[in-house]
Every structure is written in structure tokens, then in C-alpha cells.
């Protein structure tokens, strides 16, 4: 039966006892690998599980989305960076000389900030939850520059990190960056507050063929989300779709 286990950091996942010593022992099996170091990175498939995989093929046929169109990609909410770092990967392979594509992450990197009453109770969740360890950014930053070192115009950076809280950074860059649209837009905030000034930031900067994708839309964990959009864009506005292999996430093309 699946259950809502608070894990390190104050993570919230839906799964089952069994589905949780799995994904232990894969995760062991990766930390005990006899795999030499120089090939570690190009096996790491052989640890990871279908339904992380899956996200990863979402992401890839989100890219093919843009790809003919011009603009920012804007990650809200980022965490531990996988997003950022594979979508830097897909900018290498399919546009590697496309230097307008800029990847921007924000994040508190503190965990949620914010939490009110727009986003239930189901689990309570607090400020403070899905936090990184102190200064993880800055690990994150380097990790970026390193992808980025291994591909093509290395000499350009084309990431950026903002730090805060989002009803406030997430406004304030979009007003220093008044050249900057958006052709990708990633709501992962979980909560209502900073979802809605992100969705009110990116509003003015979208296009037709932009894509907006959604981690916790229609989610009864996590409702903020959905409240947000519905004030700000409205439900009734967006074409909403999903990939049949991910539960949760969707996206939407503005039309």
C-alpha cells in the first residue's frame, strides 16, 4: 500500500514499503559498485529506476517542443539540480551553439517558503521542507560549469542560479532581464505563493509555442499549484497534456 513518507530533508514521497528497500538496495549497489571510476558516469543507467527514467524521457521530448523556438528556459524550483543538468545536456546534443538558450534556476535552497492556506493540508507541509544542505548551490554551480566545460562554446556560461525567495527574485530578474522570453517555463515550487509570482513574471514574457510544464497540477497533495494557475492563467485557457509514462507531470503549449 502506498503511503506519504517524509525522508531526508523534509522530502515527501508516495511509496510503498517494498518500492522504498529497492530503491535502497539500487542505491547501495550504486555506492558499492565495483565499476572502475573513469566509467561510473556512462553506466549509471544500470542503477536507475524506471519511473526516474521516465521523467528523463518526459524532459527530452518537452526539448523537442522548443526546439524551434527562441528563448530562456526558467526552471522553478530545482532542488537538487537534475532538471537543470539534463536539460544543459539536451541544449549540448540538439542546439550546442544556440547561445540566446540560457538555463535559469530558482530556488530558495532552503526548502519551502511560504507555505499557507491555499495549499491544504494534505500532508501539512512546512517551511523549511525539501531543504538542500547549506550552500548546496554552490556544488550545483559547479556541477553546471562542468557539463558545460565538456560541451560546445565552453568559454560562455548559459546557466544561471537565483537564490531567494521567488515572490521576490523571480520578479526582480525578469525586470533586470527585459530582453528575456520565454520559450520553456518548469513550475516545480510545489506551493501557491511563489508558483503565482513566478506564473505572474513569466505571464508578459510568453508566446505563442512557448511551454509550460506543471510537476504538481491537479495534485491533491500539493493544490497551490492548481490554485495558482486558475488565478493567474485559468485552467479553461490551457490545452493540459500529458506523456502516458510519468503520473504526475504536464504541460501545456500556449496557443
Known amino acids: 500500500m502506498a503511503t506519504v513518507n517524509v525522508g531526508e530533508h523534509g522530502a515527501i514521497a508516495l511509496t510503498a514499503r517494498s518500492e522504498e528497500d529497492a530503491f535502497a538496495e ?4 550504486l555506492r558499492n559498485s565495483g565499476i572502475p571510476p573513469g566509467e561510473i558516469l556512462g553506466n549509471l543507467a544500470l542503477f536507475m529506476p524506471s519511473k526516474h527514467l521516465a521523467r528523463l524521457l518526459f524532459f527530452r521530448d518537452i526539448y523537442g517542443l522548443v526546439l524551434h523556438t527562441h528563448g530562456i528556459i526558467a526552471e522553478f524550483g530545482v ?15 540538439f542546439e550546442p551553439f544556440n547561445r540566446h538558450r540560457r ?11 511560504g507555505v499557507g492556506s491555499e495549499d491544504g493540508a494534505k500532508p501539512a507541509c512546512r517551511d523549511g521542507d525539501f531543504s538542500v544542505p547549506s550552500s548546496y548551490e554552490q556544488e550545483l554551480a559547479r556541477v553546471l560549469a562542468l557539463h558545460e566545460q565538456l560541451n ?6 548559459r546557466f544561471e542560479l537565483v537564490k531567494g525567495d521567488a515572490v521576490h527574485t523571480v520578479p526582480a530578474w525578469f525586470e533586470a532581464h527585459p530582453e528575456a522570453v520565454v520559450s520553456l517555463a518548469i513550475f516545480d515550487f510545489d506551493i501557491y505563493a511563489p ?6 513574471a513569466v505571464k508578459p514574457r510568453l508566446f505563442k509555442g512557448s511551454v509550460l510544464v506543471f510537476d504538481e ?3 491533491d497533495v500539493f493544490p497551490g499549484e492548481t490554485v495558482a494557475v486558475q488565478e493567474v492563467l485559468g485552467l479553461n485557457t490551457l490545452r493540459i497534456q500529458r506523456s502516458p509514462s510519468v503520473s504526475r507531470v504536464c504541460y501545456a503549449v500556449v496557443e
Open 103 to 113: 538555463i535559469v534556476g530558482f530556488d530558495t535552497f532552503a526548502g519551502l517558503l
Open 152 to 157: 560546445p562554446i565552453s568559454h560562455l556560461r
Open 26 to 29: 539500487l542505491a547501495a549497489s
Open 79 to 93: 532542488r537538487w539540480g537534475q532538471t537543470l543538468a539534463f536539460l544543459s545536456n539536451l541544449r549540448s546534443i
Open 217 to 219: 497540477l491537479s495534485d
Open 195 to 200: 508558483t503565482r509570482a513566478a506564473l505572474l
